[in-house]
């Protein structure tokens, strides 16, 4: 059972930027695509963006696309998410998955148990 630990969130003002982080353990994640979802107080869990097992394929929710950048390190077993010109509306908690197979679309269905996410904050 792979363990998943989000970390890197805090508050920022708009146009601001983040980095955050998705450190895994337990097995290794490196044949796995992987996904950061992210959910907003009273909605629900949304996909931002996904990322083959290579990290030569990523997708991007519409709302991010060209401002957020998915990339892994299969060395290290982590997955990152830099967040730059952020938004008020991109205020959430982030939270990493590994899907159980590749889309080539924005899609993830997540394998496993969510960690505890990491919160970001974005005030205007």
């Known amino acids: 059972q792979v363990q998943l630990a989000e970390s890197g969130g805090g508050l920022v003002q708009a146009g601001g930027s983040l980095r955050l982080s998705c450190a895994a353990s337990?097995?290794?994640?490196?044949?796995?695509?992987m996904a950061w979802f992210r959910q907003a107080p009273g909605k629900e869990r949304n996909i931002v963006a996904t990322?083959?097992?290579?990290?030569?394929?990523?997708y991007y929710s519409d709302s991010v696309k060209g401002r957020f950048t998915i990339s892994r390190d299969n060395a290290k077993n982590t997955v990152y998410l830099q967040m730059n010109n952020l938004k008020p509306e991109d205020t959430a908690v982030y939270y990493c998955?590994?899907?159980?197979?590749?889309?080539?679309?924005?899609?993830?269905?997540?394998?496993?148990?969510w960690g505890q996410g990491t919160q970001v904050t974005v005030s205007s």
């Open positions: 337990g097995r290794t994640v490196s044949s796995y695509p």
């Open positions: 990322i083959r097992w290579t990290g030569g394929n990523t």
């Open positions: 998955a590994v899907c159980r197979s590749w889309y080539s679309t924005l899609n993830c269905v997540a394998s496993g148990s």
